[in-house]
Every structure is written in structure tokens, then in C-alpha cells.
Antibody, heavy 120, light 107 residues
Framework: QVQLQESGPGLVKPSETLSLTCTVS??????????WVWIRQPPGKGLEWIGR???????YYNPSLKSRVTMSVDTSKNKFFLTLSSVTAADTAMYYC????????????WGQGTLVTVSS | SYELTQPLSVSVALGQTARITCGGN??????VHWYQQKPGQAPVLVIY???NRPSGIPEQFSGSNSGNTATLTISRAQVGDEADYYC??????????FGGGTKLTVL
């Protein structure tokens, strides 16, 4: 059973950088069949994908966030990472990491989520 | 960009059938996936590729997709089925697209 677990600070100051880690267990992050994805959900609102990374390091980011997002992967530790720079209150959200199949692109496993609040 | 439209809320009487729609341009040509999200929890996949149930998802959940509308059907609705439901597709290029979500209330 694959499990994903997010970790990182729950409070980030405006204009600073948000950094999160997703630890994958029960399966290898180097599987060629999946993307590893970050998704967020502002309080009381819907889901928004942030970006995805392949085990080889290839990335693609949501164009609406592209200028501020960086994702990376450490295959030796079965982890992948998210940084979001220049955060504002609008970045306050529950952040989920998830695994997506490569075609037909659905999320079969999700982490429990971590709430990140942007506030001074 | 591709957009998905869901009703904000759907109500169903206990034990009856709930239908949650997801509208999109020619959505019948896409693979539609559905997620259930209960308060304080992460989303859970309940239907993939229009009508397939992952292991562990009860038979009461079913899906269909044709034309401009995909539908998630929940038979014999129970209080435990109260949740937000999201549809999702791949836009055919580079992006995952989510519907805005539907809150299901069981009366």
C-alpha cells in the first residue's frame, strides 16, 4: 500500500518561501508509470494542482504559479519537494502531495495534507 | 483552458439515489475521474475512467459519461456519504482540471 506524507512548516511569513517535503513509502518513486504532484486547497475552496515531477526530474508547473514554483526529487530517499516563493495570504491552503497515473491521469494516492498559513 | 462545471450542492433523501453532474465541452471524449472528500480529510478516488471503481469502493458508487455531461451516481445514499465530490479530467495537453466541487447532503 503506497503512502504519502507531507511535512514542513505550518506558518510562513509573507514574502518568504514555503518549503514542503513529501515522503513516499510502500512503493518506489522511480516507477515509470507515475507523476508525483502537489495540489492545494484554500480553506473552504476547491482543488488546484500546483505542479508535477517525474522521477527523472522532469517538471511541469501550473502556469498560474509557474514563476514562483520549484519542484525537485530525491530518489535515494523516496521523497519529492515543493518550494513556493514570495508567498502571500492567498497561498494559505492545505497542501497535498499525490500520485498520478500517466494516462489517464488520475490521482490514486494522496497524502493527508498539511495546512500552511501565510501570516506575519 | 478547459473548464468543468458542477452544481454547488445536491441533496438526497436517505436511501435514495443521488446524481452529481460534471459539465464540460465534449466531456464524453475525455476520461472523467471522481473524488470524495469528507471534512478534514484528503480526497479519495471513487471512480476512474468514467465508470470504474477502485478496490475497496462500494458498488453503490457508479459513473457515466456522454456528450457534455459526466454523472456520478450514489445509490442507497447514507449519512456516511455526505461529502464534497470533485470531478477531474486531463485537459489533453499538460494539465489536470478539477470541477469546483459539489456538496452532497443526505436528508
Amino acid at each position: 500500500q503506497v503512502q504519502l506524507q507531507e511535512s514542513g512548516p505550518g506558518l510562513v511569513k509573507p514574502s518568504e518561501t514555503l518549503s514542503l517535503t513529501c515522503t513516499v513509502s510502500g512503493g518506489s518513486i522511480t516507477s515509470s508509470s507515475y507523476y508525483w504532484v502537489w495540489i492545494r486547497q484554500p480553506p473552504g475552496k476547491g482543488l488546484e494542482w500546483i505542479g508535477r515531477i517525474y522521477y527523472s526530474g522532469g517538471t511541469y508547473y501550473n502556469p498560474s504559479l509557474k514563476s514562483r514554483v520549484t519542484m525537485s526529487v530525491d530518489t535515494s530517499k523516496n521523497k519529492f519537494f515543493l518550494t513556493l516563493s514570495s508567498v502571500t495570504a492567498a497561498d494559505t491552503a492545505m497542501y497535498y502531495c499525490a500520485r498520478s497515473t500517466i494516462f489517464p491521469y488520475y490521482f490514486d494516492y494522496w497524502g493527508q495534507g498539511t495546512l500552511v498559513t501565510v501570516s506575519s | 483552458s478547459y473548464e468543468l462545471t458542477q452544481p454547488l450542492s445536491v441533496s438526497v433523501a436517505l436511501g435514495q439515489t443521488a446524481r452529481i453532474t460534471c459539465g464540460g465541452n465534449n466531456i464524453g471524449n475525455k476520461n472523467v475521474h471522481w473524488y470524495q472528500q469528507k471534512p478534514g480529510q484528503a480526497p479519495v478516488l471513487v471512480i476512474y475512467r468514467d465508470s470504474n471503481r477502485p478496490s475497496g469502493i462500494p458498488e453503490q458508487f457508479s459513473g457515466s459519461n456522454s456528450g457534455n455531461t459526466a454523472t456520478l451516481t450514489i445509490s442507497r445514499a447514507q449519512v456516511g456519504d455526505e461529502a464534497d465530490y470533485y470531478c477531474q479530467v486531463w485537459d489533453g495537453n499538460t494539465a489536470w482540471v478539477f470541477g469546483g466541487g459539489t456538496k452532497l447532503t443526505v436528508l
